[in-house]
């Protein structure tokens, strides 16, 4: 499963921006964590109480934009 890592710097209160495994990015104490499955599905950690990786749930975000090195997920309107 692909993993793909939260670029804080990048990122704002309506936009997360996410970098591949491997992608250079500055020191963090944890970052959002997705793994992706080839069938669409996904798994999100985050850091916890004691900084280790919790998992999270993503609802109300949705993909914004989607390249090789850098995925985009926006929040979602309210209807």
């Avoid at 280790?52 to 995925?71: F, S």
Wanted: overall charge negative; proline content about 13%; aromatic content about 6%.
């Amino acid at each position: 499963m692909p993993r793909w890592f939260q670029a804080v710097s990048e990122s704002s209160e309506d936009e997360l921006v996410f970098r591949p495994e491997g992608h250079p990015l500055p020191p963090a104490r944890g970052r959002l964590v997705l793994e992706l499955a080839e069938d669409g599905s996904f798994s999100a950690t985050a850091p916890g109480p004691v900084d280790a990786p919790v998992p999270t749930a993503l609802a109300g975000w949705e993909v914004a934009a989607q390249e090789p090195e850098r995925l985009v997920l926006r929040r979602g309107t309210q209807v």
